[in-house]
């Protein structure tokens, strides 16, 4: 397998007053051809904070992004704007939380996504609308004749997120990166919604780096799972390894907190104390403070992500994985 | 089976106005003829996608939405007409705690007078000194401490705002507490204690929860009863247990299917339901799924009336999935 894109140790802080938060701090992560990579993680975790350091759409009390994030062999990070121009929304395109405040309320939706298509394709209005009405109708907008001149506030939160979806592949580009894009919608259109982007990802080819808080999701979705918390990448593996054997103390707090997976009035298990806001990480393990397994290591260095077993490809940030899933801690 | 808590009939409807006189030219039926029986001490809980009227039924009976017809009854006294001859009185009676816990606390109120201001709705005549005890006591019962009293709402964060909301609910000392979404703005990690600290307050003061969401997987969870509602009318009620294994009405099933869960198969393939609501301004003749159900049939045509599957489980529907016992 080979990655379309690949971040490696990617440092994005923020100036808050005098201090630093560091949002993301040192992470890596491939994000695989063909395949759904997603980044999970509670708010504040840094997630969304590294999918706008990819198109480097950070706002202006961050500091410039350390670390490299390759994509074609080239250094998105270094790239000057006039090159990054041509990624943005061709190659890598993005859909946001919130198709309402997403979208502008005053041109129509066919403007907004010829807007996208004629930046990067000088096309005559004729065949730029044909080509609109025809990605319209495969995200499953019923009259796109109709809708084409429609305003957003006319359209339904579904059908919002199918405008953006549209927008997002009229380029068709190698990478989508989805941020919660089904977040502020109803469960039955949320499942409409994610079927769209998966029958979407297997036509076209698209490789997707997805972002979310739902470990349910992203389950029926990802390819790839990573865990995020304080800014660190504390899990990674293929989605059913993790979802079956979660290794992390954190992965396996997270899960064991879900009301999924306990059938039944039961109570559920809490993880104690509460995350640490970025522009106050202490040395050591991010999670150490919460961990029922903290060691004096943990206060000390901050642990690499290490192999759990010997398949190479389900990773673990913490020093005592293997003897904590060997049961003997 | 007469129940201690009973709303029977409810109708919610907001009057749409329209031209320079304001003239009412139509309602929108947020919640129409809903009849639910409560019994104390239990969690009802009741399900449905945006603007199917769960909220409004909610804020209908603590009197924040017209509570346009129908009956409501608390131990045999008629709450309905509390709400409007003592307000004060009706809420010491029930409470409601809200989805959002930004923006339902007063920004300016020290967080332990938001929640003595609870309290005194109970007993009017206590001093402040006392006031600010009780209050103390029930941020402690809510996992804060005494002495956050003098803090302000920006001070905490999401989830022990929301803890700060189901102290101030609970101070009036009420028989039911409404829990409008309470968990859909918090972390996975947040969500889970806050849950059973209600579990817990549940023992404690035998409270009974009318439990308004759209996440199954903590209804699933939390409740004893379900009412399934789509468009200001129940379309499944009964046991949670009935409803969630054995789910008889179309909408119901597609709603289970459309949960994300983790302990699925990656494979699990199905047809997402098609649509999207409909407008409860102008709400569909005969079935108001028919135009989603892909069983829809000729007699879809006729509305459904509630009917009893055995003597707990009712459902809305012509053709009910009917599983073997």
């Known amino acids: 397998m080979t990655p379309v894109l690949e971040i490696k140790n990617l440092k994005t802080y923020f100036a808050m007053g005098d201090k630093t938060a560091r949002a993301v701090d040192n992470i890596s992560l491939p994000v695989y051809k063909n395949k759904t990579t997603a ?9 969304t904070v590294t999918a706008l350091s990819i198109l480097r759409l950070l706002p202006e009390t961050a500091f410039h992004p350390e670390g490299k994030i390759l994509f074609k062999q080239q250094n998105l990070l270094k790239l000057p704007y006039s090159r990054l121009r041509h990624v943005r929304g061709k190659e890598i395109a993005i859909i946001f939380q919130e198709p309402m405040t997403a979208l502008n309320p005053v041109f129509t939706v066919g403007y907004q996504i010829k807007e996208t298509l004629c930046a990067h394709r000088p096309v005559k209005n004729s065949l730029a609308r044909k080509l609109i009405l025809e990605t319209m109708r495969e995200v499953g907008l019923p009259e796109p004749e109709k809708q084409y001149d429609s305003y957003p506030h006319q359209l339904s939160g579904g059908m919002k997120q199918r405008i953006m979806i549209a ?22 259109i949320q499942a409409q919604i994610l079927y769209l982007l998966k029958r979407l990802k297997q036509q076209h080819h698209t490789s997707v780096l997805y972002i979310s808080h739902d470990i349910g999701v992203v389950a029926e979705t990802a390819d790839f799972i990573a865990i995020m918390y304080g800014g660190q990448i504390m899990e990674y593996a293929p989605a059913q390894e993790i979802i079956r054997h979660p290794a992390h103390p954190y992965t396996r707090a997270l899960f064991a907190s879900l009301p999924y997976m306990n059938k039944g009035r039961r109570r559920l298990n809490t993880i104690p104390g509460k995350v640490a806001p970025a522009h106050k990480y202490k040395k050591g393990c991010r999670f150490a403070d919460r961990c029922k397994y903290k060691k004096d290591i943990c206060c000390r260095e901050n642990p690499a992500a290490e192999p759990v077993d010997n398949t190479e490809t389900h990773l673990s940030a913490c020093f005592f994985t293997r003897e904590i899933n060997r049961g003997k801690i | 089976m007469s129940s201690s808590i009973q709303i029977k009939n409810l109708k919610v409807f907001y009057p749409v106005r329209k031209g320079i006189l304001r003239r009412i030219k139509g309602y929108i039926k947020a919640v129409n003829q809903v009849t639910l029986m409560i019994e104390p001490g239990q969690t009802y809980s009741l399900v449905g996608e945006s603007g199917c009227g769960k909220s409004s039924l909610g804020k209908a009976l603590v009197g924040l939405a017209p509570f346009t017809d129908g009956d409501f009854f608390i131990y045999n006294v008629d709450h309905k007409k509390l709400l409007h ?26 967080i332990g007078d938001s929640v003595a201001e609870g309290a005194s709705v109970n007993n009017p005549g206590l001093t402040d000194r006392d006031l600010r005890r009780i209050a103390a006591t029930y941020l402690e019962k809510v996992g804060l401490y005494a002495e956050d009293y003098d803090k302000y709402p920006f001070e905490f964060s999401g989830g022990q705002r929301q803890r700060i909301g189901i102290a101030r609910a609970l ?26 600290l209600l579990l817990d307050l549940q023992d404690e003061f035998k409270l009974t929860y009318i439990f308004i969401s759209h996440d199954l997987s903590v209804v699933r969870f939390i409740s004893h009863q379900i009412s399934i509602m789509y468009l200001g009318e129940i379309v499944e009620s009964g046991p949670a247990a009935a409803v969630l294994n054995k789910p008889a009405h179309p909408y119901t099933k597609s709603l289970l299917q459309a949960v994300p869960d983790p302990d699925a198969q990656q494979s699990k393939e199905y047809q997402p339901l098609a649509g999207d609501v409909p407008s409860p301004l102008n709400l569909p003749s005969g079935c108001f799924f028919a135009g989603r159900c892909p069983y829809k049939k000729e007699k879809c045509r006729a509305h459904p009336e509630l009917s009893g599957l055995d003597n707990q489980h009712t459902v809305r529907c012509h053709f009910p999935f009917i599983h073997e016992s």
């Open chain 1, 39 to 47: 980044l999970v993680g509670e708010s504040g975790s840094g997630k």
């Open chain 2, 85 to 110: 001859t003592n307000r004060r009185r009706a809420a010491a009676k029930i409470q409601m705690i809200f989805q959002d816990p930004y923006g339902s606390l007063n920004p300016k109120l020290k």
């Open chain 2, 171 to 196: 101070a009036a000392r009420p028989d039911i507490i409404i829990c409008d979404e309470v968990v859909s703005a918090l972390d996975a990690s947040v969500q889970a204690s806050i849950l059973n």
């Open chain 1, 167 to 188: 927008t997002a592949i009229i380029n068709e580009p190698e990478l989508i990166i989805a941020d919660e894009p089904t977040t502020a919608l109803d469960v039955t």
